[in-house]
């Protein structure tokens, strides 16, 4: 596209004098661009926007375990690096391309992102803007793969995946694409971002398969690696919409900057009806708790909710449709949980279903734009616009998710046939961080005493001894566990719950198993060198059979660097003493809580 200066002097005595505005016009089609302070704002809010990618990075390392978060957060950057090479290097220009050869289907031009002196703002500013948008579209499906997908595997699909986005961003957001020629109204990206990617996503997590365990044990929720990362990761998000939105605009000039403060006022509204649908459901489901990733879902997709429309809905329809597609979201994520396809971060509830009900919702709520005509002179449903608006806008829904299921399967099928995209066992069970970074985490990653997470992985695991998984301890008393660089015997007495007489022949009940972990404290200086660490920790566990406490009083010597697991069964446990490394023992005493 090129475009020429038009300069105007405004006489403002009583605020600013005489002040100068410049503004572009498109020497192909002479309409009006936008003007200095137009790119301004663009500039400003993609700024903003482009801090997003930490909310979803936090929020993403929120939802996984402790070995997951850093590679999460790595895949975030990838994201932003390899997946914004690729949009400045074509996707830019697929999508808004106006050279010979532009069609309804993609645009052609503006490849390899450059300007002259006189275009650059203009140019410069919609690149960096549409960049923010092309990245979240990415980022949504990272979320969805995470805690099994090799990062070189990520990597190459986040390049490519531009290919994903760029097209359907032409056929709404392109001068002639052809969705847009239709009437159909997305105004921030319900569609066009969300939808989008949330069907990659969908292709990529059913192509990957659940994580190892996940529904071993049923389709229960499993419990966040960190509330406080989700929360701030979500909060980072909210203030992101709000650029996201407002920015949406395209500018301040005219009467764009009180379309921007109402899609302010809606996304903050709209954001509070959802949040509010997630706790009354959360409170409802739970019997008076709050769980986080009800709070947060809803809150989220009640932003996904209101963005196509937040310009052209008022505040109080903003509300009704941001707690709609709230719970939308949260049932959304309950309901992929039931097919048993692994989600780890409710990506498709929070950005499908709320994509989906973002874009059905213009098509009810819609009104007319008499300031900047963002509606395209068009009405929704119940304000009297006929079925045609929500006609397009479920059409636009039924085109985008197929595009990008399509091209997602064939970005990825040849990848996971040649090469693999998902982890082997031994690696899944490792952790991203330790084999894909390097990373080794201090304290045990993935087990919870209260059943959850050891439900999700079945499988010990000793990571600095043997580099692979272990096998649970054989169900017998007596029985020896091998970890390649030790060798720990369990012998003792267990008194069965039936009260006979039998001792060593009890078997674990593999259903109701706890794990007691002895982590390793770091004292020695060097590697090499043996430091023997005393620890003793009290905990209660309950027996679910007999509702009767068992005390269990650890106490344990070993090397450094040791990582030892000890899985027992709900019993009636007596005193007995057993030996461990380096002659160290560990008392299991019954009795009552201190």
């Not at 272990?470 to 566990?481: C, D, M, P, Q, R």
């Not at 660089?485 to 198993?513: C, H, R």
């Not at 982590?519 to 007999?546: G, H, I, Q, W, Y």
Request: aromatic fraction near 10%; charge should be negative.
């Amino acid at each position: 596209m090129e475009y020429e200066n038009l300069t105007t002097q405004n006489e403002n005595s009583t605020i600013m004098g005489n002040t100068t505005t410049t503004t572009f016009k498109c020497k192909t089609c002479g309409m009006e661009a936008m003007s200095w302070d137009d790119a301004t704002w663009i500039l400003a809010t993609s700024f903003i926007i482009f801090t997003m990618q930490t909310g979803f990075g936090m929020l993403e390392a929120g939802a996984v375990s402790l070995k997951n978060e850093v590679n999460i957060m790595v895949k975030n950057a990838v994201d932003v690096i390899f997946g914004g090479i690729s949009y400045w290097a074509f996707g830019y220009g697929l999508s808004f391309g106006e050279d010979v050869g532009s069609n309804p289907f993609c645009g052609v031009g503006s490849f390899f992102v450059d300007a002259t002196n006189d275009n650059m703002g203009v140019v410069f500013s919609t690149f960096v803007f549409q960049l923010s948008f092309a990245t979240t579209a990415t980022t949504i499906v990272s979320g969805m793969m995470a805690e099994r997908t090799k990062l070189l595997t990520y990597t190459i699909f986040s390049f490519f995946n531009t290919l994903v986005y760029c097209i359907p961003a032409h056929w709404i957001w392109g001068t002639n694409g052809f969705l847009g020629a239709l009437g159909v109204i997305d105004i921030a990206g319900s569609g066009t971002v969300h939808l989008l990617g949330a069907a990659s996503g969908l292709v990529a997590t059913t192509l990957l398969k659940p994580r190892l365990g996940r529904y071993d044990n049923g389709t229960k929720p499993l419990p966040l690696g960190n509330g406080t990362n989700s929360i701030l990761g979500m909060f980072i998000l909210w203030w992101g919409w709000l650029a996201f939105n407002c920015g949406s605009t395209f500018g301040i000039s005219g009467g764009k900057w009180k379309l921007a403060a109402k899609s302010a006022a809606t996304t903050l509204v709209g954001a509070m009806g959802g949040g509010a649908s997630g706790m009354i459901y959360s409170g409802i489901r739970t019997k008076g708790q709050v769980h986080v990733p009800d709070l947060v879902n809803g809150i989220l997709g009640a932003l996904v909710s209101v963005t196509a429309g937040c310009a052209i809905i008022k505040p109080w329809e903003a509300i009704v449709i941001g707690g709609i597609g709230g719970l939308l979201a949260i049932i959304g994520v309950f309901l992929l949980d039931k097919l048993r396809v692994d989600d780890p971060v409710g990506g498709f509830g929070v950005h499908g279903v709320g994509g989906f009900w973002g874009m059905i919702s213009v098509g009810l709520f819609a009104s007319y734009d008499p300031i900047e005509n963002m509606s395209k002179g068009q009405n929704g449903l119940f304000r009297g616009g006929g079925f045609y608006l929500l006609g397009v806008q479920l059409l636009a829904c039924v085109c985008i998710t197929i595009w990008s299921a399509c091209m997602t399967l064939l970005i990825l099928l040849p990848m996971h046939l040649i090469y693999g995209i998902r982890m082997s066992e031994d690696e899944e069970i490792l952790g991203s961080d330790y084999v894909e970074h390097g990373i080794e985490h201090q304290l045990q990653t993935g087990v919870f005493f209260n059943g959850e997470r050891i439900q999700s992985e079945p499988t010990l695991y000793s990571r600095r001894q043997s580099r692979r998984s272990t096998h649970i301890l054989n169900n017998k008393v007596g029985s020896t566990a091998s970890m390649k660089s030790y060798t720990w015997t369990v012998s003792g007495s267990i008194k069965p719950n039936d009260n006979s007489q039998k001792q060593n022949e009890t078997e674990l009940d593999a259903k109701s198993i706890k794990t007691v972990s002895f982590l390793p404290t770091n004292e020695s200086k060097e590697r090499d060198e043996t430091d023997f660490v005393n620890s003793t920790e009290t905990m209660k566990t309950t027996d679910n059979k007999d509702n009767e406490n068992i005390l269990i009083n650890r106490r344990s010597s070993f090397k450094k660097d040791a990582e030892i697991e000890r899985t027992i069964s709900d019993a009636k446990i007596e005193p007995i003493e057993t030996p461990c490394l380096s002659g160290s023992t560990i008392n299991l005493l019954p009795g009552t809580a201190q």
